[in-house]
C-alpha cells in the first residue's frame, strides 16, 4: 500500500428499524462495536428524528412546512425552499412525508448540533471511544444538479477547515479557502448508505485530523443572513424592490456610484410607454455646483411665487426652508418628459388624454428608476419642485424647449431606515366586478 492519503467509509449493518425513544448511541455501538478513536460516525437525521419522537401527525406536509419555516426564501408553485427554525435554508423546511407511517411527517432534530453530541457522548459510555459525530441531510444545491448530504448537526468534528494563511502548491497565498470538511465527509457516507437500502449510518476511518474540539457544530456551516448574497429568489427579490423602495429624506455623506446611477436608468428605460415611444430623459446633477445653482433658481422663482399669493416673509422663510430635503442630497436627478411621437389630434379632450399618456407613462420610469435605486442600495426621495419652474430650470440646466421636468429625485445613502407605515391591505384598493 502507498502512503498516498487515504480513508475507508463503510455502511454499518444490522441497525433494527428505530423506534420513539430508542439509543441511538447503543444501537450503534451494538452494530459496530469495533469503532475505534479517530472515526468519525455519520448518521442519517431521519433515525435521529425518529428516535427523538419527532413524527408528527398532520393532515397536510404543507401545513408542517409553514409551522418549521421562518423566512420563504423562493417559491415556484408548491416547492418552496424556506429557512426553518434550525437555521437551515433547505427545501420544504427539511419536512419529510416519505419513510413515514400515511398521516404523519417526520421533522428534522430540534437542535441536531445536540443530537450529535449526545451520540458522541453515548459511544464514549458503551465504548470508551473518542469518535466525532455528523447529522446528515440531504440537501440540493442552488447552482448544481442532483442532491448531496450535508451536515446538519456534528459534535467532535472540525467542520470547517480554514486554510486562509496558507499557501497553495504554487506558494500563491489562500486568502478565501475554507473547506467545509463535514459536508464532505457526509456526502462521503451517503456514497454507502444509498436512500433505499436502509443503511443510515456510515463510518469513516482514517481521517483523524477532521476529529477534534468544536464547539459550535454545524451550526459553523450555516452562512448567516447578512453575507448571504441571495437571501432571496428572483421573484421575491423583484417584489421586496418594489415594497422596500420608500421616501428617504435624510442622507449619510457617503458618495454615489455614478454607475449604480446609470444602471437604475437603464431599469427605468425599460417601462412601458405609449405608441412605442420613449419619453424619458433623465439629466444627472453630479457637481455640487450645478446643483447649487439650480436650486438657488428655483428657491428665488419659488419665494417670487409666495410673494405673489401674499404670503407673509415668515411664512415664506418656514416654507423654503421645507425644500431642504434637495439642498442635503449628495445626488440629484432631474427626470423629464419628452412628448417625441405623441399624437396630435386637434382637438381638446383628445389632446388631453395623449398628454396625460405620457405624463403617466413617464411616471412609471421614475418608478422604475427608484425601485432600481433600491436595488442598488440607494435611497431617493422623488420631489415635485422642477415642476412648478419648468423654465427656470431648463435655463439653468440649459435643457431643450420640449423636456419637461416631472420633480427631481434626491439619491443618497439612507441615513436612517424608514418609519415603518401602516401595512395597505390590496382589498382596500380593489373593486371587483
Ligand atoms: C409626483 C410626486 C411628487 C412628490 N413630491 C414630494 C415633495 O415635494 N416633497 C416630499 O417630501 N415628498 C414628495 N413626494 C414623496 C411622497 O411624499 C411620498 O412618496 C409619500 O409620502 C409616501 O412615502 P413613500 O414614498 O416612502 O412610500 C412626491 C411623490 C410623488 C410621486
Known amino acids: 500500500m502507498s502512503d498516498a492519503p487515504a480513508f475507508h467509509v463503510w455502511a454499518v449493518p444490522g441497525l433494527p428499524e428505530v423506534q420513539r425513544g430508542d439509543d441511538l448511541a447503543k444501537l450503534i455501538a451494538d452494530a459496530e462495536p469495533g469503532l475505534a478513536d479517530g ?8 433515525i435521529v428524528s425518529k428516535a427523538e419522537g419527532r413524527i408528527i401527525t398532520a393532515d397536510s406536509r404543507e401545513e408542517a412546512i409553514d409551522a418549521e419555516t421562518v423566512r420563504v426564501v423562493a417559491r415556484r408553485g408548491t416547492l418552496r425552499i424556506v429557512e426553518n427554525r434550525q437555521g437551515l435554508v433547505m427545501a420544504a423546511a427539511g419536512v419529510d412525508a416519505s419513510n413515514t407511517p400515511t398521516g404523519t411527517v417526520l421533522l428534522l432534530p430540534e437542535d441536531p448540533d445536540a443530537s450529535a453530541r449526545a451520540i458522541r457522548d453515548g459511544l464514549r459510555d458503551a465504548l470508551g471511544v473518542e469518535v ?3 447529522v446528515t441531510d440531504t440537501f440540493g ?8 448530504d450535508v451536515a446538519i448537526g456534528a459534535a467532535g468534528v472540525r467542520v470547517l477547515d480554514d486554510l486562509r494563511g496558507g499557501t497553495d502548491a504554487y506558494g500563491n497565498p489562500l486568502s478565501a479557502t475554507v473547506v467545509a470538511t463535514a459536508d464532505e465527509l457526509a456526502a462521503a457516507g451517503d456514497l454507502v448508505k444509498g436512500k433505499a437500502a436502509g443503511l443510515p449510518v456510515a463510518v469513516v476511518r ?3 485530523g477532521a476529529v477534534g474540539a468544536s464547539e459550535s457544530g454545524a451550526r459553523e456551516l450555516v452562512r448567516s443572513a447578512a453575507d448571504d448574497m441571495f437571501r432571496l429568489g428572483t421573484s421575491e427579490a423583484v417584489r421586496e424592490a418594489v415594497t422596500q423602495r420608500r421616501t428617504v429624506r435624510e442622507f449619510t455623506d457617503e458618495p454615489v456610484d455614478p454607475g449604480a446611477v446609470r444602471r437604475a436608468v437603464a431599469a427605468a428605460v425599460t417601462a412601458p410607454a405609449p405608441h412605442h415611444t ?7 446633477l453630479e457637481s455640487e455646483s450645478s446643483r447649487v445653482r439650480l436650486l438657488d433658481a428655483m428657491r428665488e422663482k419659488w419665494i417670487e411665487d409666495l410673494r405673489r399669493d401674499g404670503k407673509s416673509e415668515d411664512s415664506i422663510a418656514k416654507r423654503v426652508r421645507r425644500g431642504d430635503v434637495l439642498r442635503k442630497a449628495p445626488y440629484l436627478v432631474v427626470p423629464c418628459l419628452v ?8 382637438h381638446a ?3 388631453a388624454a395623449e398628454r396625460e399618456m405620457f405624463v403617466v407613462a413617464t411616471g412609471a ?7 432600481a435605486l433600491a436595488g442598488e442600495r440607494l435611497g431617493s426621495a422623488w420631489i415635485s419642485s422642477t415642476m412648478f419652474c419648468r423654465e427656470v430650470v431648463r435655463d439653468v440646466l440649459g435643457l431643450p424647449d420640449d423636456w419637461d421636468p416631472m420633480g427631481a429625485v434626491a439619491v443618497g445613502h439612507a441615513a436612517s431606515a424608514p418609519k415603518s407605515r401602516p401595512p395597505r391591505e390590496a382589498s382596500d384598493f380593489i373593486e371587483v366586478r
Do not use: A
Not at 141 to 148: F, H, S
Open 39 to 46: 472515526d468519525i460516525v455519520l448518521v442519517t437525521s431521519k
Open 132 to 134: 466525532g459525530v455528523l
Open 141 to 148: 444545491r442552488p447552482w448544481r444538479n442532483g442532491l448531496t
Open 206 to 208: 482514517g481521517l483523524p
Open 278 to 284: 420613449t419619453p424619458w430623459r433623465f439629466v444627472l
Open 339 to 346: 412628448m417625441d411621437g405623441s399624437h396630435t389630434y386637434g
Open 349 to 351: 379632450r383628445r389632446d
Open 365 to 371: 420610469g421614475i418608478q422604475n428608476f427608484l425601485v
